[in-house]
């Protein structure tokens, strides 16, 4: 009988309900906590026909003594965490005090500095390992898939990697002149960071979204200016991969975002410090995300596609080689299926099919673990039936440089 207590409401929450839901072979007994549990019940009154038992409760996961007695009165065998990175220290502990393996999605960042890194989690290695339990970090999309796309392509088609670039397209329009796909004050705090990619060793800082080339992504979806941002897959995937000579994260923006972002910066509504206003402090970003649409709520609104893959060149047997590997989800076929468009989606999806992984011990190891330390390969041959369906190429030209703008990646190898 395998319990589990997810925690978070949002669109991510909600993708993970709806595919555990979807297995009751592995999850009998489904608990969903949230701040608000108005949310939760919202989720959980979508869901028909799960055999198994389902339930929603409150909870301050800043709170860790709140969060052990919900886990005592749950007893989940696993916490899938998808708050938002400022809670994972503490449902980490809690998870600690309770004998609960934990699975998460985004790593730890300090409400009060734009900055995330795994130290603080690494950090737990050795009280997860004498407790004797499992806790997985960055089981999303990216971090999440890409990490694992990594370890399926290093271990199946080449002997050495050289060049990682990562790169994350959403070509989806909500028809806001500006919102975010997940939540906004994390979004924000990413995307206006300065940019560093690693580079023979060494981590090489770039002006926030001032490095930009053109990408051809498959599927329809043609050409897209992508901008160089840092990704905290990076820090582990450099870690672990510590043979590659540079690694590069990209990401895809509108023209509409950016003019309104840099507006924001400009007037000062990003600032995450507080500012007094008429005798009350606020923090001008979180004021902005009360005025910016709901994540959750763009779902219905949202049509086009997202695509997100890792582009490698390295070796093979003394040749070399380079491959892309990616997937191509639809926002409105994500929406029929779960209610949430495609970035809630790809996140949700891997999380569930990771928790079920810890579950069945086909993921198993006492400490913290980055998701490519496990075999990528029951993730990767079950993905697809879980709804994210990835394709391999193993274009002929040695260089991602090479495929910028003018060549399609997709063209010239043999799938
Ligand atoms: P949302 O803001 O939509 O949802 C976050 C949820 O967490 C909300 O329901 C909120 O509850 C709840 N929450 C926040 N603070 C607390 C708290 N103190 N106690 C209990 N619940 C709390 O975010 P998303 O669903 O879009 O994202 C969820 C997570 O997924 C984030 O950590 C995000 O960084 C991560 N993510 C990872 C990606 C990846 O590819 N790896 C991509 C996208 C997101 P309430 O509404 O009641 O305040």
């Not at 709140?66 to 449902?91: C, F, G, M």
């Not at 009280?127 to 999303?140: M, P, R, S």
């Not at 949430?340 to 069945?360: C, D, F, H, I, N």
């Amino acid at each position: 009988m395998n319990r589990i207590l997810i925690i978070g409401a949002g669109g991510v929450g909600r993708v993970v309900t709806h595919k555990c839901a979807q297995h009751p072979e592995i999850f009998q007994e489904i608990t969903l906590a949230s701040r608000t549990v108005a949310k939760c019940d919202a989720i959980v009154g979508d869901i028909k026909n799960f055999p198994g038992k389902i339930q929603t409760a409150a909870v301050d996961a800043d709170n860790v003594e709140e969060l052990v007695s919900l886990i005592e009165k749950v007893r989940p065998q696993l916490l899938i965490n998808v708050a938002l990175p400022y809670q994972d220290l503490t449902i980490m502990a809690a998870c600690l005090k309770t004998g609960v393996h934990y699975l998460d999605t985004a790593n730890y960042e300090h409400p009060d500095e734009a900055h995330f890194c795994y130290a603080p989690q690494w950090a737990m290695q050795k009280d997860f390992e004498e407790a004797g339990l499992t806790a997985v970090l960055g089981c999303g999309f990216d971090p999440g898939m890409t990490n694992i796309y990594t370890a399926y392509v290093r271990k199946h088609y080449f002997d050495r990697m050289d060049y990682v670039d990562i790169v994350d397209c959403n070509a989806g329009d909500h028809g806001y002149p500006f919102a975010t796909n997940f939540n906004p004050e994390i979004n924000i705090r990413e995307v206006s960071a300065k940019g560093r990619y690693y580079d023979q060793g060494i981590w090489q800082e770039t002006e926030p979204l001032s490095v930009k080339r053109e990408f051809r992504f498959p599927d329809g979806i043609g050409s897209k200016d992508i901008y160089l941002l840092y990704h905290e897959e990076m820090e582990s995937l450099t870690k672990h991969y510590p043979e590659v000579k540079r690694m590069r994260f990209w990401m895809t923006f509108g023209q509409s975002y950016l003019m309104h972002l840099k507006a924001l910066e400009n007037v000062g509504m990003t600032r995450i410090d507080p500012v007094v206003y008429e005798g009350h402090e606020i923090i001008p970003l979180q004021f902005l995300k009360k005025l910016l649409p709901d994540p959750a709520s763009l779902g219905p609104r949202t049509v086009g596609k997202t695509c997100i893959g890792i582009w490698v060149s390295g070796e093979k047997e003394g040749q070399a080689k380079s491959c892309y590997l990616y997937n191509t989800s639809d926002h409105q076929a994500c929406f029929r299926e779960v209610g949430a468009q495609a970035v809630s989606y790809t996140t949700g999806v891997p999380a569930a099919l990771g928790a079920r992984l810890v579950l069945t011990g086909e993921w198993s190891g006492k400490g913290v673990f980055n998701v490519e330390q496990f075999d990528p390969d029951p993730f990767m041959s079950e993905i697809g039936d879980w709804g994210l369906p990835w394709q391999v190429t193993f274009p002929s030209a040695a260089s991602f440089e090479d495929f910028l703008i003018s060549r399609d990646p997709c063209a010239s190898g043999d799938n």
